[in-house]
């Protein structure tokens, strides 16, 4: 039996509308939509998370049974709960879009597990009053890429929203995923996401937009309630400080995206999570080369505004973007605005030397920042792979000696000859690093097992998640159900994948789906 959920906290304290038609259109002076999803013809679940499932207190029984199918595919309600499409606005690639909302996801309820308390959505369930001109679907390639990759962020350590369940619809999506004028039909999917909230920064954006102060304050107050009631009831001195956690929040998750070298590649300002999640997994990908100007969407090919190098600057001023919508709450907007965005960028300073210092097994002290800034220095050109380098310097650390040139065994990490005058640069940062390293009271054996604890041996890179995708098209599911068994050890030795199996093959370097990706879905 399904167990009953509760209604969104987000519907029961925020005003909605009464139209329940899944008509685009314009929606003011509410927070909400009421929807019901569109039912499918033929659901059959591809996967799910064990994990997530018993934080929801959702027995294996449960999880198999048909009911529970029938709720997850959209062709019934969740017991208790209710269906609500959210209203947000935000700005993309720097420009303000106005409305947008939930076109594609509805909330469908809060279950309270032993987890704690979550919002379940469904995201490709049909068309909302924010689907635009889409049809609120989503096609099987990208819900497999999302439904892996937010368990994937989870096991890493980041904060992000989960993925319950990965369920196939039985239907076919037309999509033209490369934006040429040649749409295609493809298998229709729908994702389970799980979070403790959904609430973006455009949530406040859009009604900030439109001078609708009730609105925002009420969604403030809201906020302040759920999720930060340390921070006393609703009143400008709290609303501020809750601007300034949510921008340290933001600050660290950045520096923990960069820290494994995942680019999310859509940073619009409803695509940022009020509580520091990474949340939207679209044409999202992870550095192969270590190149900063890297982005994995194609939509963002000329400008490259949200490439690996510019997320902390992303970051930054989409936390602008939110203290200019709160400050129409605040005493002090101006003001306001300058201590969130210094807020943002000391806890991303703070954290991005932390996460970089226990990736080179760095003690703390005087000269770990100008090491790690000298690293970045040689690595920008020099065709290596980021994590598979980082995973493999822990061996050079237990040496007895600094290492002599470039050892083989992080040659390993290079995808062709090492140019010389890099090797040389190389063969001086590494010198530096050991004797560096190797001169706090922390034994090199213990610095290098907390090295490896800090980088992970397996990245779920687009490549690897390529091939399940490919396998799940011709009626194969079992590549989607090992890789989310592996991801869920991401720091442990597997045996069949060495370190170095990571590395991009040749074939996957300009094959769509393994590089950049189009935002189509």
């Known amino acids: 039996m399904v167990p009953t959920a509760h ?13 329940e038609a899944p008509l685009p259109r314009a929606v003011v002076g509410a927070a909400w939509s009421p929807c019901a999803p569109t039912p499918v013809r033929s659901p059959r679940l591809l996967a799910s998370s064990a994990e997530v499932a018993a934080q929801l207190g959702l027995s294996p029984g449960v999880m198999q049974s048909e009911a ?23 700005h993309q690639f720097g420009n ?42 989503a096609v099987l390639r990208s819900s497999i890429r999302e439904f892996l990759c937010s368990e994937a962020m989870h096991h890493l350590g980041i904060p ?8 196939v619809t039985g239907e076919q999506v037309v999509r033209d995923m490369f934006y040429d004028g040649h749409p295609e039909e493809e298998p229709g999917a ?24 009730g609105l925002l304050s009420s969604l403030a107050a809201h906020a302040l309630r759920e999720f930060f009631p340390e921070l006393g009831p609703p009143a400008p001195d709290a609303t501020r400080e809750m601007l300034l956690e949510v921008a340290r929040r933001t600050g660290r998750l950045v520096a923990q995206w960069q820290s494994v070298g995942f680019v999310h590649g859509v940073l619009n300002t409803d695509n940022m999570s009020l509580l520091g999640l990474t949340i939207d997994y679209g044409p999202y990908g992870w550095l192969d080369d270590f190149d900063p100007s ?16 510019a997320q902390p600057a992303v970051g930054a001023w989409n936390v602008d973007r939110l203290a200019v919508a709160l400050s129409h709450l605040l005493g002090d907007p101006q003001g306001a605005r300058e201590a969130a965005v210094e807020t943002y960028r000391a806890a991303f300073e703070a954290e991005a030397l932390h996460r970089f210092s226990v990736k080179l097994g760095l003690q703390g002290g005087d000269g770990d920042a100008e090491l790690i800034d000298g690293l970045f220095d040689w690595l920008v050109g020099a065709d290596v792979d980021m994590a598979i380098f980082f995973r493999l310097l822990s061996g050079e650390l237990v ?9 083989a065994r992080l040659r390993a990490a290079f995808y062709g000859p090492v140019p010389p005058d890099r090797e040389q640069q190389a063969a001086a940062w590494l010198g530096r690093w050991w004797r560096h390293a190797r001169r706090g009271p922390t034994a090199p054996g213990e610095s ?12 779920l890179r687009n490549w690897i998640v390529q091939e399940a995708i490919d396998a799940a098209h011709a009626g194969d599911p079992s590549g989607v159900r090992a890789l989310l068994e592996e991801l869920r050890r991401p720091f442990e030795e597997q045996a069949g994948r060495p370190v170095t199996a990571g590395k991009r093959p040749e074939w996957a370097r300009h094959r769509p789906g393994c590089g950049a990706l189009s935002c189509s879905s």
């Open 7 to 19: 209604p969104p906290r987000f519907c029961t304290s925020l005003p909605g509308e009464a139209n």
């Open 96 to 137: 303000w879009a106005g409305q947008l909302g939930d076109g594609r996801a509805l909330l469908v309820g809060e279950l309270h597990g032993p987890g704690g308390r979550f919002e379940l959505q469904l995201k490709g369930a049909g068309p909302t009053p924010y689907s635009r001109r889409g049809d609120g679907r």
């Open 294 to 309: 890297w982005t994995p969407n194609t939509t963002d090919a000329q400008t490259r505004r949200y490439r690996y190098g």
């Open 190 to 213: 729908i994702v389970c996401r799980v979070a403790p909230s959904f609430l973006r920064f455009g949530h406040f954006e859009l009604p900030a937009s439109r001078g609708d102060v």
């Open 160 to 167: 992000t929203t989960r993925a319950l369940s990965l369920v």
């Open 399 to 407: 040496a007895d000696s600094p290492p002599a040139g470039l050892p």
């Open 68 to 90: 529970l199918l029938g709720v997850l595919a959209g062709n019934a309600g969740w017991p208790g709960g209710r269906c609500v499409a959210t209203n947000y606005g935000g």
């Open 448 to 459: 290098a097992r907390r090295m490896d604890a800090a980088n992970p041996r397996f990245i």
